[in-house]
């Protein structure tokens, strides 16, 4: 089980090479619309928010069960993002 601040790391350092990846894209193709990949930048950002107000909630009984959810949800959405930046 990680615990809350190893998490934290986790989600940060996911979706902050995640941001970064779409950056390095943009920079790699000048030419090409930028509307995607900032949509993209806007739903890791949204994810990222959603995933930290989850690691604060104090109102959960069993944490281990609630953080291995969390990092579950981590991997499918980080995934799901990494899918997204491979298309564009």
Same mark, same amino acid.
Request: glycine share 6%; no cysteine; aromatic share 6%.
């Given at each position: 089980m990680?615990?809350?601040r190893d998490l934290k790391k986790?989600?940060?350092?996911?979706?902050?090479? /995640? =941001?970064?990846?779409v950056y390095?894209?943009?920079?790699?193709?000048?030419? !090409?619309?930028?509307k995607k990949s900032e949509t /993209? =930048?806007?739903e890791a950002i949204n994810v990222f928010d959603d995933l930290i107000? !989850?690691?604060?909630d104090r109102s959960v009984e069993n944490k281990k069960a609630?953080?291995?959810s969390i990092n579950q949800e981590l991997e499918k959405?980080?995934?799901?993002?990494?899918?997204?930046i491979n298309k564009l």
């Open positions: 990680a615990n809350k986790d989600i940060n350092y996911v979706l902050g090479d /995640i =941001i970064e990846a390095v894209w943009e920079l790699s193709n000048p030419g !090409k619309d930028t /993209i =930048i806007d107000v !989850k690691v604060n609630h953080f291995k959405k980080g995934r799901a993002l990494i899918d997204k």
